[in-house]
C-alpha cells in the first residue's frame, strides 16, 4: 500500500476565521437505487425527496418523474421484471431490519405483499429471465431460497439453512447458486433442485470470502467475486463440467479492490466497479467474449447500484461526491459516456457548496498503515475537531455525500473520518485485522488517529470529540472507556454497548453471522465482556449524546438506553436522542436532519466549552 497525501480540493471560498459561523444548506434529497425497464425507456428509482424513500418512474432523457404508492413505508429496493410487466420492491416497515417484498405494476397498480410475512424477512436475489418470477431470500431463524410468483403469489421452497442467501438461479430453475456462511467467511453452493443435493463450489482455504456470484450464459459456469484466492477481491470463473479445475482469473488489479458486477441479462458483458485507494470509484465494462476491459469516465467520486437494462443497451448507476448528493447517471454500454438521468442534479440542487476532503495517511501504533479522510474549516490550524467512524465494521469512509461533515466544519470544527482496522475496501486481511481479540487493535487505532491530529497541528488539545454510529457508535464508546482523557465529548448513534445484550436482543441472523466478525457469545465470552463498553463504563467522564431509532432490532435501542441510565447515576453529562418511526438507518429526511442538528449543536458546544474551561 502506496504511503502519500493528497492536497485537499476546496468547491467554495474559504470562511475567514473570524467570521460567524455559517449554517449549510439543508442536505438535498438522494435518488438512488435505479431499475430500468426492460427496453431502457424508463427508469425507476427510488428517492427521498418526498421526505421518505419511495419508488418514482421517469421516462429515460425526457418526462417528469412520478411517484408510485407502494405501501405507505420506506422502500429499500427496487427491481423491474423482465417481462416489463412488475415493479418489486423491498419495504421496511416503520424501517426496521426486518423486510417485506411488495409488488404492483408500473402505473402503480395491483399492490400486494409476496414475501417477508410475520417474522420473516424478504431479500430480492432477482428475477428469473424473461418471467414474472422472483428469486428470494426469507430469513427468520434460518435462510429459505424461494421463487415466488409475482402475479398468483405462489411460492416454491428451494433449499433451507443456517445463513443461506439465494444469489442466483438458471432459466429453467433445474439449478440454484447459494451463499453461505458468516461474515468475512463465507462461500458458494450449488443446488440441484430437484434431487436438493448441494456442493460447495470453492475450497475450504481457510481465508477470504465470496460474497456475489451468478451463473454464466450458458449455466456451464458461475462467475464469482471473490477475495479467497487473492488479497483485493477480483471476479473469477469457474467451470462446472470440470470442477477439479482451480478457477480462471477474469478481472483483477493489484492497485483496487472489486467492489461490484452488474451483469447484463445475456451475461455477455460485465460493468465492474472498482474501489481505488482511499474509496475513489473507478469504472469499466468487461466484454467475456473477447475479454477486452474498457474503462469509462466515472461521473463521480464514489460510484454504486450498476444494473443494466434487460436489452443491454442502457447502464444505470448512481454517483455522488462531497458536495454532490447521490443521482442517478445512465451510461451507454457502446458510447461509454455517462449522462444524468434527470436535468437537475449536481450543483444545480445543491449549489456546489462544500468542502471536499484531504486524504492523509498515518501509522497505527503497531506501525499498520491506516488512513482517512480530513476535512478543514476555512482558516488556519488548529481547530476544535471530531473524529467520526464509520458502521459494519466491514464498510469504508470514502469522500461520498455527507451533510454532517459540512455542517461541522461550517460551524468550524474539522472532521478526520478515518478507516480503522476491518474496513472495507483495503484487502482481505485488513478486513479481517479486528476480528475477535483483534477488537483491541481497531480501538486503539482511533487513538492513533487522535494522537495524530494532534501532533500535526490539526487538533486543538482539549478540543477533540468523536461521533460515529453502529459499529462507529460502539468505537465511540469503547474508545471513550479504554482512553479516558483523550477526548471531550462524543456522539455515539445506534452503538453496541454490551455483547452479551446485543447477542440476545439482536435478530437472530444477524447474531450468527457476527460470530465471525465479534466473537462466540458462549466460547468467547470473556473477551467479549471485556470488549464492551458497559463493563467498564465507570472510566466515561465526558458528555455523550446518544442516538437510537426506536424500532432497531439489529443493535436494539436498549444498546444506549442502558448506557444512559449509566450516566445518569453517576451525574455524566448526556443527552439521549430517541426517533421514533426509525429502526437501525434513519430513513425519514426530517428523523436524518434531527440526528444531525443534533450532533452538531452537542460537539460544537461541548468543544468549546471545554477551551473555554481550559483557558
Given at each position: 500500500?502506496?504511503?502519500?497525501?493528497?492536497?485537499?480540493?476546496?468547491?467554495?471560498?474559504?470562511?475567514?476565521?473570524?467570521?460567524?459561523?455559517?449554517?449549510?444548506?439543508?442536505?438535498?434529497?438522494?435518488?438512488?437505487?435505479?431499475?430500468?425497464?426492460?427496453?431502457?425507456?424508463?427508469?425507476?428509482?427510488?428517492?427521498?425527496?418526498?421526505?421518505?424513500?419511495?419508488?418514482?418512474?421517469?421516462?429515460?432523457?425526457?418526462?417528469?418523474?412520478?411517484?408510485?404508492?407502494?405501501?405507505?413505508?420506506?422502500?429499500?429496493?427496487?427491481?423491474?421484471?423482465?417481462?416489463?410487466?412488475?415493479?418489486?420492491?423491498?419495504?421496511?416497515?416503520?424501517?426496521?431490519?426486518?423486510?417485506?417484498?411488495?409488488?404492483?405494476?408500473?402505473?402503480?397498480?395491483?399492490?400486494?405483499?409476496?414475501?417477508?410475512?410475520?417474522?420473516?424477512?424478504?431479500?430480492?436475489?432477482?428475477?428469473?429471465?424473461?418471467?414474472?418470477?422472483?428469486?428470494?431470500?426469507?430469513?427468520?431463524?434460518?435462510?429459505?431460497?424461494?421463487?415466488?410468483?409475482?402475479?398468483?403469489?405462489?411460492?416454491?421452497?428451494?433449499?433451507?439453512?443456517?445463513?443461506?442467501?439465494?444469489?442466483?438461479?438458471?432459466?429453467?430453475?433445474?439449478?440454484?447458486?447459494?451463499?453461505?456462511?458468516?461474515?468475512?467467511?463465507?462461500?458458494?453452493?450449488?443446488?440441484?433442485?430437484?434431487?436438493?443435493?448441494?456442493?460447495?463450489?470453492?475450497?475450504?482455504?481457510?481465508?477470504?470470502?465470496?460474497?456475489?456470484?451468478?451463473?454464466?450464459?450458458?449455466?456451464?459456469?458461475?462467475?464469482?467475486?471473490?477475495?479467497?484466492?487473492?488479497?483485493?477481491?477480483?471476479?473469477?470463473?469457474?467451470?462446472?463440467?470440470?470442477?477439479?479445475?482451480?478457477?480462471?482469473?477474469?478481472?483483477?488489479?493489484?492497485?483496487?479492490?472489486?467492489?461490484?458486477?452488474?451483469?447484463?441479462?445475456?451475461?455477455?458483458?460485465?460493468?465492474?466497479?472498482?474501489?481505488?485507494?482511499?474509496?475513489?470509484?473507478?469504472?469499466?465494462?468487461?466484454?467475456?467474449?473477447?475479454?477486452?476491459?474498457?474503462?469509462?469516465?466515472?461521473?463521480?467520486?464514489?460510484?454504486?447500484?450498476?444494473?443494466?437494462?434487460?436489452?443491454?443497451?442502457?447502464?444505470?448507476?448512481?454517483?455522488?461526491?462531497?458536495?454532490?448528493?447521490?443521482?442517478?447517471?445512465?451510461?451507454?454500454?457502446?458510447?461509454?459516456?455517462?449522462?444524468?438521468?434527470?436535468?437537475?442534479?449536481?450543483?444545480?440542487?445543491?449549489?456546489?457548496?462544500?468542502?471536499?476532503?484531504?486524504?492523509?495517511?498515518?501509522?497505527?501504533?503497531?506501525?499498520?498503515?491506516?488512513?482517512?479522510?480530513?476535512?478543514?474549516?476555512?482558516?488556519?490550524?488548529?481547530?476544535?475537531?471530531?473524529?467520526?467512524?464509520?458502521?459494519?465494521?466491514?464498510?469504508?469512509?470514502?469522500?461520498?455525500?455527507?451533510?454532517?461533515?459540512?455542517?461541522?466544519?461550517?460551524?468550524?470544527?474539522?472532521?478526520?473520518?478515518?478507516?480503522?482496522?476491518?474496513?472495507?475496501?483495503?484487502?482481505?486481511?485488513?478486513?479481517?485485522?479486528?476480528?475477535?481479540?483483534?477488537?483491541?487493535?481497531?480501538?486503539?487505532?482511533?487513538?492513533?488517529?487522535?494522537?495524530?491530529?494532534?501532533?500535526?497541528?490539526?487538533?486543538?488539545?482539549?478540543?477533540?470529540?468523536?461521533?460515529?454510529?453502529?459499529?462507529?457508535?460502539?468505537?465511540?464508546?469503547?474508545?471513550?472507556?479504554?482512553?479516558?482523557?483523550?477526548f471531550a465529548a462524543g456522539v455515539a448513534e445506534c452503538g453496541i454497548s454490551d455483547f452479551h445484550t446485543f447477542y440476545a436482543g439482536t435478530e437472530p441472523w444477524i447474531a450468527a453471522a457476527a460470530v465471525s466478525k465479534y466473537g462466540d457469545p458462549v466460547r468467547d465470552a470473556e473477551l467479549l465482556r471485556d470488549l464492551s463498553p458497559m463493563t467498564h463504563i465507570d472510566r466515561l467522564d465526558v458528555p455523550v449524546l446518544l442516538i437510537h431509532g426506536a424500532n432497531d432490532t439489529n443493535v436494539p435501542a436498549g444498546e444506549s438506553a442502558q448506557v444512559a441510565q449509566a450516566l445518569a447515576a453517576r451525574d455524566v453529562p448526556h443527552g439521549h436522542l430517541v426517533?421514533?418511526?426509525?429502526?437501525?438507518?434513519?430513513?425519514?429526511?426530517?428523523?436524518?436532519?434531527?440526528?444531525?442538528?443534533?450532533?452538531?449543536?452537542?460537539?460544537?458546544?461541548?468543544?468549546?466549552?471545554?477551551?473555554?474551561?481550559?483557558?
Amino acid at each position: 500500500m502506496s504511503v502519500r497525501t493528497e492536497a485537499p480540493r476546496t468547491t467554495r471560498r474559504a470562511r475567514p476565521a473570524t467570521d460567524r459561523p455559517v449554517s449549510p444548506p439543508v442536505p438535498a434529497g438522494e435518488d438512488f437505487a435505479p431499475a430500468p425497464s426492460p427496453d431502457g425507456r424508463q427508469v425507476a428509482f427510488l428517492s427521498d425527496r418526498a421526505g421518505t424513500p419511495g419508488v418514482w418512474v421517469c421516462e429515460v432523457d425526457a418526462g417528469v418523474p412520478v411517484a408510485l404508492p407502494v405501501s405507505g413505508e420506506p422502500v429499500l429496493a427496487v427491481s423491474w421484471s423482465p417481462d416489463g410487466q412488475w415493479l418489486a420492491c423491498v419495504v421496511a416497515p416503520g424501517g426496521a431490519p426486518r423486510t417485506e417484498l411488495w409488488v404492483l405494476r408500473p402505473d402503480g397498480t395491483q399492490r400486494h405483499q409476496v414475501a417477508g410475512f410475520g417474522r420473516r424477512s424478504a431479500a430480492l436475489a432477482g428475477w428469473l429471465p424473461g418471467s414474472a418470477l422472483l428469486a428470494v431470500t426469507e430469513t427468520a431463524e434460518r435462510g429459505a431460497a424461494v421463487l415466488v410468483d409475482a402475479g398468483t403469489g405462489h411460492r416454491r421452497v428451494l433449499a433451507e439453512d443456517d445463513l443461506l442467501t439465494l444469489l442466483d438461479v438458471t432459466p429453467d430453475g433445474g439449478a440454484a447458486l447459494l451463499r453461505r456462511g458468516p461474515r468475512n467467511a463465507r462461500w458458494l453452493e450449488l443446488l440441484d433442485v430437484a434431487t436438493g443435493e448441494r456442493r460447495r463450489l470453492f475450497p475450504d482455504t481457510g481465508r477470504g470470502s465470496t460474497d456475489q456470484g451468478w451463473f454464466g450464459p450458458d449455466g456451464t459456469s458461475v462467475l464469482a467475486r471473490t477475495d479467497a484466492f487473492s488479497e483485493l477481491a477480483a471476479l473469477v470463473r469457474v467451470d462446472l463440467t470440470r470442477p477439479a479445475l482451480p478457477p480462471t482469473r477474469l478481472a483483477s488489479r493489484p492497485d483496487a479492490e472489486l467492489e461490484q458486477v452488474a451483469l447484463s441479462a445475456d451475461r455477455g458483458r460485465a460493468a465492474l466497479l472498482w474501489n481505488s485507494y482511499g474509496g475513489r470509484s473507478e469504472l469499466s465494462l468487461l466484454d467475456f467474449a473477447t475479454g477486452v476491459q474498457r474503462a469509462v469516465t466515472a461521473p463521480g467520486e464514489v460510484l454504486g447500484d450498476a444494473v443494466f437494462a434487460a436489452d443491454g443497451g442502457l447502464l444505470c448507476l448512481t454517483a455522488q461526491g462531497p458536495v454532490r448528493p447521490r443521482e442517478v447517471w445512465l451510461v451507454d454500454p457502446s458510447a461509454g459516456t455517462p449522462r444524468p438521468l434527470r436535468p437537475d442534479t449536481g450543483a444545480a440542487r445543491t449549489g456546489g457548496s462544500g468542502v471536499a476532503p484531504q486524504l492523509v495517511d498515518l501509522r497505527a501504533r503497531d506501525g499498520l498503515p491506516l488512513s482517512g479522510w480530513l476535512y478543514r474549516p476555512a482558516g488556519p490550524g488548529p481547530w476544535p475537531t471530531a473524529i467520526s467512524l464509520h458502521g459494519g465494521p466491514e464498510a469504508q469512509e470514502r469522500p461520498g455525500y455527507n451533510p454532517l461533515f459540512q455542517a461541522l466544519v461550517a460551524q468550524g470544527v474539522a472532521v478526520f473520518a478515518p478507516n480503522v482496522r476491518g474496513s472495507s475496501g483495503f484487502g482481505r486481511s485488513f478486513v479481517a485485522a479486528d476480528n475477535l481479540a483483534g477488537r483491541y487493535g481497531a480501538i486503539a487505532d482511533v487513538a492513533a488517529c487522535a494522537e495524530h491530529l494532534l501532533d500535526s497541528g490539526v487538533a486543538r488539545p482539549g478540543q477533540l470529540g468523536c461521533l460515529g454510529r453502529s459499529y462507529g457508535g460502539y468505537l465511540v464508546l469503547a474508545v471513550l472507556v479504554n482512553f479516558p482523557g483523550l477526548f471531550a465529548a462524543g456522539v455515539a448513534e445506534c452503538g453496541i454497548s454490551d455483547f452479551h445484550t446485543f447477542y440476545a436482543g439482536t435478530e437472530p441472523w444477524i447474531a450468527a453471522a457476527a460470530v465471525s466478525k465479534y466473537g462466540d457469545p458462549v466460547r468467547d465470552a470473556e473477551l467479549l465482556r471485556d470488549l464492551s463498553p458497559m463493563t467498564h463504563i465507570d472510566r466515561l467522564d465526558v458528555p455523550v449524546l446518544l442516538i437510537h431509532g426506536a424500532n432497531d432490532t439489529n443493535v436494539p435501542a436498549g444498546e444506549s438506553a442502558q448506557v444512559a441510565q449509566a450516566l445518569a447515576a453517576r451525574d455524566v453529562p448526556h443527552g439521549h436522542l430517541v426517533l421514533t418511526g426509525e429502526g437501525h438507518d434513519f430513513l425519514a429526511l426530517d428523523n436524518a436532519e434531527t440526528a444531525r442538528t443534533a450532533t452538531t449543536a452537542w460537539l460544537t458546544r461541548h468543544l468549546a466549552a471545554t477551551a473555554a474551561t481550559r483557558g
